[in-house]
């Protein structure tokens, strides 16, 4: 892997203790720690990186930043702790509130309740039907790791569908299932606050971001 020879963050999402089945992006703490150490002396705390920042110093230095506040992220900070290094953690802040995200309950649902993406992507195709509004071949036309699939499912989900329609879509795609809380809360925060900044992704998380 060829790193940026600038400074920047590396953002993560997803972790799996190596024992759990694989899941789509998600890495194990082994994994995790073999990808920090290729930066060597580059990678430091996210507070030295915030300093440098501040300072305009900042070089070729990286810092790590995890994405949405989910609760797998403590395998994350665990080895980030005994690397002795900190992190940006950016919290969807409406699960501070105890609401569910859309994003991670509809991702659980994909990667717990059916054996492939392909075969969630068809239960899915099968409730809602023939697309009436064809999807323009540019859009997501950019990220070559989406299939045509995938795109077309993020196209009614980011365009077409209201809020109450995906809903009830996701709820037959999950049988009803009882989904685990997947996100980090004050309690967690507040017992990490050694090792993490804090910072806000959004409020509801938006698909198009």
Not at 4 to 11: D, F, K, L, Q, T
Not at 94 to 114: P, S
Request: glycine letters at 6%; aromatic letters at 12%.
């Amino acid at each position: 892997m060829k790193l940026p020879r600038e400074a920047h963050g590396i953002m993560a999402h997803y972790f799996r203790e190596v024992i759990d089945p694989p899941e789509t992006g998600a890495l194990t703490p082994p994994q995790w720690e073999e990808g920090l150490r290729a930066y060597g002396s580059r990678l430091v705390s996210a507070h030295e990186w915030l300093e440098a920042f501040r300072k305009q110093r900042l070089g070729d230095a990286v810092c790590v930043t995890l994405d949405d506040g989910l609760a797998c992220q403590t395998l994350a900070l665990g080895t980030l702790k005994r690397m002795k290094l900190t992190a940006f953690v950016y919290v969807i802040t409406e699960t501070l509130e105890g609401q569910r995200n859309k994003v991670e309950d509809g991702r659980w649902i994909r990667e717990h309740l059916y054996s492939s993406t392909a075969e969630f992507l068809t239960a899915w195709r099968r409730i809602v039907g023939p697309d009436e509004r064809p999807m323009p071949s540019e859009f997501l036309a950019e990220y070559g790791y989406l299939t045509h699939a995938e795109r077309e499912f993020r196209w009614w989900r980011n365009r077409w569908a209201t809020p109450r329609e995906y809903r009830q879509v996701m709820a037959q795609l999950a049988f009803n299932a009882t989904q685990p809380w997947h996100w980090l809360t004050v309690e967690e925060l507040r017992a990490w606050k050694d090792h993490i900044i804090v910072g806000s992704h959004t409020h509801t998380h938006p698909w198009d971001i």
